[in-house]
Structures are given as C-alpha cells and as structure tokens.
C-alpha cells in the first residue's frame, strides 16, 4: 500500500510560477512510477506528467516547456514545478503512483494509488 499527500496548491496569478509536492509513504515508492493529473470542474481527469524510476518522463502536450516533473528516491518525493501558468491551468491537482518502473502513462487506469489532490487557481 502506498499514501500520497499532495501539497503546495494555491492561488495565483497568470504568469506565475508554483511548486507542488507529493509525499509517498508506505510499501514501497522505490520502483514506481509516479504522475500528476489534474482535473477542472465538469471536466476529466487530465494527464500533466510523468517520471519513471528511472526518471524518465513525458508531458501533456498542453505543459510541456512549463511543467518540470522531478523526484527525489531518498526522500519519497516528487515535485511539479509550474512556470508561466495560465487560467486554463486551473484545477485539482492529484498525484499518482503506478507500479510499473519503466511506463510512463497518460491514462489514469493504470496508476494503482491516488492522492487526495491540491487546488491550484490561476487568475487572469
């Protein structure tokens, strides 16, 4: 079992920059790949990143030149680092944890473990 805290949500305003972070604890973070998702209301769940255990990631097509992803092993992290945001930015941001080490998938069904999510608000 893993439990993911998410953190560092707010509001902000366009063409800010913000910082969020998932904390994993639990069985095991070592071997997983970890994502952000976020999703608007009345919207899906969206796709925003990914990062391998291995570090490698991949982005919406929507963040990529924005978003950073990154992970610290030692400290059971991942972060989401957020420049240049946007209105459309505007969502709950979830982090997520899919046991495969290698996948770095766009689709929510395959991560196995949810975070309770963080708001994050952008201002026009």
């Known amino acids: 079992q893993v439990q993911l805290v998410e953190s560092g949500g707010g509001l902000v305003q366009a063409g800010d920059s913000l910082t969020l972070s998932c904390a994993a604890s639990?069985?095991?973070?070592?071997?997983?790949?970890m994502g952000w998702f976020r999703q608007a209301p009345g919207k899906e769940r969206d796709f925003v990143a990914a990062?391998?255990?291995?570090?490698?990631?991949r982005y919406a097509d929507s963040v990529q030149g924005r978003f950073t992803i990154s992970r610290d092993n030692r400290k059971n992290t991942v972060a989401l680092q957020m420049n240049n945001l946007k209105p459309e930015d505007t969502a709950v941001y979830y982090c997520?944890?899919?046991?495969?080490?290698?996948?770095?998938?766009?689709?929510?069904?395959?991560?196995?473990?949810w975070g309770q999510g963080t708001q994050v608000t952008v201002s026009s």
């Open positions: 639990g069985r095991a973070f070592s071997g997983y790949t």
């Open positions: 990062i391998s255990w291995t570090s490698g990631t």
């Open positions: 997520a944890a899919d046991r495969s080490e290698w996948r770095t998938s766009p689709q929510p069904g395959e991560y196995e473990y």
